[in-house]
């Protein structure tokens, strides 16, 4: 299913914002053990944002997820995310959350 051009950048968004943080996550987590620094990381935050934003179906999503799934461990959606179902129910999820956010006062 290719994403309609006028939902592909709040799709992107919400997609990068949530593996950036599960990115930095697992960054912190395991910098020690493997012996990263700060420019590995540098290098993985410009890999992944190339990654999601050349997205244009839920199955480049589900193909990036996949790739990315390691750092999905631990995460309540860690066993869903391997089906097409299952990237397409993580976006929705994503962007519910996004709007939740955006309705809440200041």
């Given at each position: ?63 990036l997820l996949l790739s990315?799934?390691?750092?999905f461990k631990g995460e ?31």
């Amino acid at each position: 299913m290719e994403i309609n051009k006028t939902n592909k950048q709040a799709i992107h968004n919400v997609l990068y914002t949530d593996l950036q943080r599960l990115l930095f996550r697992n960054y912190n987590q395991r910098k020690e053990e493997f012996n990263m620094n700060d420019d590995d990381y540098d290098n993985a935050m410009s890999q992944l944002h190339r990654d999601v934003y050349n997205c244009n179906s839920i199955k480049d999503i589900n193909d990036l997820l996949l790739s990315y799934i390691d750092l999905f461990k631990g995460e309540k959606i860690y066993n869903h995310v391997f089906t097409l179902d299952g990237t397409m129910n993580y976006v929705f999820s994503l962007l519910i959350e996004h709007c939740k956010l955006m309705s809440e006062p200041v």
